[in-house]
């Protein structure tokens, strides 16, 4: 057994500047160009730009290099491009952009930064912060994970691995040789990475973990502190000291950067991680004008690094620092102006890394907020005092254990710990990994989390409860709810089959006594799309979503908020209007097709009769809706629409089949727009699917010229007379796809459909639509089905 030493904790070596120069870090523009290699400054030179010439012979102390070194150039591009594939939100800057210098002198780097903030080429500049640790993939190694907890000495003291509302009872998840617990949870099957300075690798309850430190130097004032880190993440299930949260993980190394750079570091941990694993970052930011600690991510480089990490699946964990600041007020310069980054509050200020962030609380209960910095950007929380772990020195002691860990030091290293359990049974149980924005969802969630004493002043999240969320002696921790984009979607992304077909948004004239019963499973009506009236002036009508849950546990209290927007081919969130939010209580698992709650729109804000688009988005603390600002650039629209299982639209009209002897004797009429996405202009094509017996006749008709159009004319007491229209016969079955195009962004193109369908082949149902594709990939669909006569209500039937 090892000594119980006690080491006591130094603030002053917490607060030491690790570098006696001053590190300027440069962004230049995306596409500057500039060659991605050291001594940059002799390319820059020949550009001849008089501002660079300046500062170059009369500034430059150093040479202008690449501040990510950790990985070749081409590597860095691979991750990137990867990451961009996996994550549909991921909008990266050019990573190979950013450079660094050093001076001497802190005034000679201020006024180097005000020049180059005067450089056409230069995003932005600025000084890099000091660090201070946040404390006041590669083959298993074998290991015993069953495995009775009983034999390390100091494990009845780490109150923080005991039962909710101690601690996080990771004691529920350990798997023991009796079939208790959970297969997965010690942290099987997950790959681990500790980022800070120093550790003592060969610590009596380390060494069995085979670590290495993968980069960086290693810095001996400061194994402490990562030893303590590893101590409580995944100290081994042996006969000394302590145990750690996740003991069994699969690998477990470190990355320092003592010697280099924060981003370099992260770049080093990107390349020996893959999705789900988890990188623990064990620093914090010291402003050098004495402003306070802050998470790491406020320096953009560090945020711009760890948001590839998380793109690329990666489970990051961050420590929101120890300065008792309110984050949701801090600021930095973008554009000329203050702008609130980690404030969760401002969305279009807001930057969301998708790290864990870590803030900290007591360890007694009532659990109040101690050093913490706090605000909506902190996740949720932990011990920040009292965390009994490995310890060592300066000298590499290997048997020493302390019980002053604190800080978000060690509150991260404690979620650290919890996020590899969740993702290790995850892996086990359900063989999947959650996303960084998923699993931070889960432990998140107070639902399934112990508040702090006071959480409206102390706003640091929850400490996660795992026996919460693992629910029982089974997986139960992740719903996946789903509305269908047509009849046979089935949950899985990217989704396939045809879009905008939804049959579970369901527009009904009067609201149905019992939805369940009329709509949902067993109903008979499962896989109908044509269900739903109408909609016409002077009504209010109810509209009921049907949700499924694949999941492993009942989904509860399901937000359902449904839009609705003009016919159009391509419905963009700029279209949509807000008609109502009601809450589904509970969704099964297994599949259960279950009915929201009614919503009703009242007939005061209905247009008028029509056709609309219906568009269903769904939501809870587990599985998250995606906010609106998420649709509102192309290529996230484009990703979204296939890649989310969260929203469906609802394009489907059911029309009747005989024209309107009033507006046509000879055709019916079947108005839509055609639409440009917002931001930019984009060549689309337009297609028309008709399934319609023979004989029928099918036209195309535009306010403005299209490829193929002729004007069309009508008769007129002067003649013929010019329409405003322009159209097209296409064929009655089929397909007739127009030439691609320019849309203009914004555009909003008028354009209807006339169908006329032989008399005598009106009694059966039939089928048109319009699709439009962008790059040989569906983007959008209109479909109308035509049928004489409409059926009756769907209110009146379900209730006979």
């Known amino acids: 057994m090892g000594k119980r030493q006690k080491k006591a904790a130094d603030p002053a070596a917490d607060n030491k500047i690790e570098e006696s120069f001053f590190r300027i870090i440069i962004k230049f523009v995306d596409d500057a160009a500039i060659p991605f290699e050291n001594g940059a400054e002799c390319y820059i030179r020949k550009l001849g730009y008089p501002l660079w010439s300046d500062f170059i012979e009369h500034r430059l102390e150093a040479?202008?290099?690449?501040?990510?070194?950790?990985?070749?150039?081409?590597?860095?591009?691979?991750?990137?491009?990867?990451?961009?594939?996996?994550?549909?939100?991921?909008?990266?800057?050019?990573?190979?952009?950013?450079?660094?210098?050093?001076?001497?002198?802190?005034?000679?780097?201020?006024?180097?930064?005000?020049?180059?903030?005067?450089?056409?080429?230069?995003?932005?500049?600025?000084?890099?912060?000091?660090?201070?640790?946040?404390?006041?993939?590669?083959?298993?190694?074998?290991?015993?994970?069953y495995r009775e907890p009983t034999g390390n000495p100091h494990y009845p003291d780490q109150g923080y691995l005991s039962p909710a509302p101690i601690g996080i009872d990771c004691e529920f998840t350990w798997p023991?040789?009796?079939?208790?617990?959970?297969?997965?949870?010690?942290?099987?099957?997950?790959?681990?990475?500790?980022?800070?300075?120093?550790?003592?690798?060969?610590?009596?309850?380390?060494?069995?973990?085979?670590?290495?430190?993968?980069?960086?130097?290693?810095?001996?004032?400061?194994?402490?502190?990562?030893?303590?880190?590893?101590?409580?993440?995944?100290?081994?299930?042996?006969?000394?000291?302590?145990?750690?949260?996740?003991?069994?993980?699969?690998?477990?190394?470190?990355?320092?950067y003592y010697g280099t750079t924060r981003p370099d570091a992260i770049l080093a941990a990107i390349s020996h991680l893959g999705p789900g694993d988890?990188?623990?970052?064990?620093?914090?930011?010291?402003?050098?004008?004495?402003?306070?600690?802050?998470?790491?991510?406020?320096?953009?480089?560090?945020?711009?690094?760890?948001?590839?990490?998380?793109?690329?699946?990666?489970?990051?964990?961050?420590?929101?620092?120890?300065?008792?600041?309110?984050?949701?007020?801090?600021?930095?310069?973008?554009?000329?102006?203050?702008?609130?980054?980690?404030?969760?509050?401002?969305?279009?200020?807001?930057?969301?890394?998708?790290?864990?962030?870590?803030?900290?609380?007591?360890?007694?209960?009532?659990?109040?907020?101690?050093?913490?910095n706090y605000g909506s950007r902190v996740d949720c929380f932990a011990w920040g005092e009292n965390v009994w772990t490995c310890d060592s020195n300066a000298a590499g002691a290997t048997d020493m254990y302390t019980e002053t860990f604190r800080g978000t030091s060690s509150a991260s290293a404690i979620i650290a710990g919890a996020a590899a359990v969740v993702q290790g049974v995850a892996v086990a149980k359900i063989q999947m990994r959650f996303s960084p924005r998923r699993l931070r969802a889960?432990?998140?969630?107070?639902?399934?989390?112990?508040?702090?004493?006071?959480?409206?002043?102390?706003?640091?999240g929850v400490m996660p409860d795992l026996r919460k969320i693992m629910r029982g002696p089974g997986l139960n921790i992740a719903p996946d709810i789903y509305v269908r984009d047509n009849i046979g979607d089935t949950g899985e992304t990217p989704h396939?089959?045809?879009l905008s077909s939804s049959p579970d948004i369901i527009a009904v004239r009067s609201p149905i006594a019992d939805p369940q019963a009329a709509l949902g499973e067993g109903s008979g009506t499962e896989n109908r799309k044509d269900l739903g009236d109408p909609i016409h002036a002077g009504h209010d009508y109810s509209l009921y979503v049907r949700i499924r849950n694949r999941g492993g546990?009942?989904?509860?209290?399901?937000?359902?908020?449904?839009?609705?927007?003009?016919?159009?081919?391509?419905?963009?969130?700029?279209?949509?209007?807000?008609?109502?939010?009601?809450?589904?209580?509970?969704?099964?698992?297994?599949?259960?097709?279950?009915?929201?709650?009614?919503?009703?729109?009242?007939?005061?804000?209905?247009?008028?009769?029509?056709?609309?688009?219906?568009?269903?988005?769904?939501?809870?603390?587990?599985?998250?809706?995606?906010?609106?600002?998420?649709?509102?650039?192309?290529?996230?629209?484009?990703?979204?629409?296939?890649?989310?299982?969260?929203?469906?639209?609802?394009?489907?009209?059911?029309?009747?089949?005989?024209?309107?002897?009033?507006i046509d004797p000879d055709y019916i009429l079947l108005a839509f727009v055609a639409t440009g996405f917002p931001d930019l202009q984009r060549n689309m094509q337009l297609s028309i699917v008709s399934r319609l017996p023979p004989q029928s006749i099918v036209h195309l008709d535009s306010l403005s010229a299209f490829d193929g159009a002729k004007p069309l004319y009508e008769s007129t007491a002067e003649g013929a007379q010019k329409t405003g229209w322009w159209g097209m016969q296409v064929n009655y079955a089929g397909a007739t796809s127009l030439a691609t195009e320019v849309f203009e962004a914004g555009a909003k193109r008028a354009m209807r459909l006339r169908v006329n369908i032989p008399a005598d082949a009106r009694?059966?149902?039939?089928?048109?639509?319009?699709?439009q594709s962008y790059s040989d990939t569906e983007i959008g669909r209109i479909t109308w089905r035509l049928q004489s006569p409409l059926p009756d209500a769907i209110s009146t039937k379900v209730v006979k």
């Open 63 to 145: 040479g202008l290099d690449p501040l990510l070194q950790a990985i070749p150039q081409k590597q860095v591009l691979a991750y990137v491009a990867t990451a961009k594939g996996l994550d549909p939100a991921y909008s990266p800057p050019n990573l190979l952009a950013y450079f660094t210098t050093v001076y001497a002198q802190e005034q000679d780097a201020e006024a180097s930064i005000a020049h180059l903030q005067k450089c056409p080429l230069v995003e932005f500049a600025y000084i890099d912060q000091p660090s201070s640790d946040s404390s006041t993939a590669d083959p298993p190694f074998q290991r015993n994970c």
């Open 442 to 460: 889960i432990l998140s969630c107070p639902c399934t989390g112990t508040p702090s004493a006071d959480p409206p002043v102390d706003r640091i």
């Open 763 to 771: 009694k059966h149902a039939y089928e048109i639509s319009v699709r």
């Open 176 to 256: 023991r040789s009796n079939g208790d617990g959970l297969l997965g949870g010690s942290g099987e099957g997950i790959n681990f990475i500790d980022l800070e300075r120093g550790w003592t690798l060969d610590h009596e309850d380390l060494v069995a973990l085979q670590a290495r430190r993968l980069y960086g130097d290693n810095r001996d004032d400061s194994n402490y502190h990562g030893t303590r880190a590893l101590g409580v993440v995944c100290a081994d299930n042996n006969d000394c000291g302590c145990i750690g949260i996740a003991y069994c993980l699969n690998s477990v190394n470190v990355v320092s």
């Open 278 to 372: 988890v990188l623990l970052l064990e620093a914090e930011i010291n402003l050098r004008d004495g402003g306070g600690k802050y998470p790491i991510e406020i320096l953009r480089a560090e945020f711009d690094l760890i948001r590839l990490a998380t793109a690329l699946q990666i489970i990051v964990i961050e420590a929101a620092g120890n300065g008792s600041n309110d984050l949701d007020a801090y600021t930095t310069t973008i554009d000329g102006r203050p702008t609130h980054i980690l404030n969760r509050d401002i969305p279009a200020e807001f930057r969301d890394s998708l790290a864990i962030m870590v803030g900290m609380a007591k360890s007694a209960v009532p659990r109040y907020r101690k050093t913490s």
């Open 496 to 498: 396939q089959g045809t």
């Open 553 to 662: 546990t009942e989904a509860r209290n399901v937000s359902v908020t449904v839009y609705w927007s003009e016919a159009s081919t391509l419905v963009t969130s700029d279209l949509w209007t807000l008609i109502g939010t009601t809450v589904a209580p509970a969704v099964p698992a297994g599949g259960i097709l279950t009915v929201s709650p009614s919503i009703t729109w009242p007939q005061a804000e209905i247009p008028g009769a029509g056709h609309y688009c219906f568009v269903a988005i769904i939501g809870n603390t587990m599985d998250p809706a995606p906010a609106l600002a998420d649709f509102r650039t192309w290529e996230l629209y484009r990703r979204y629409i296939r890649d989310n299982n969260n929203v469906a639209w609802r394009n489907f009209n059911v029309v009747d089949s005989e024209p309107d002897p009033v």
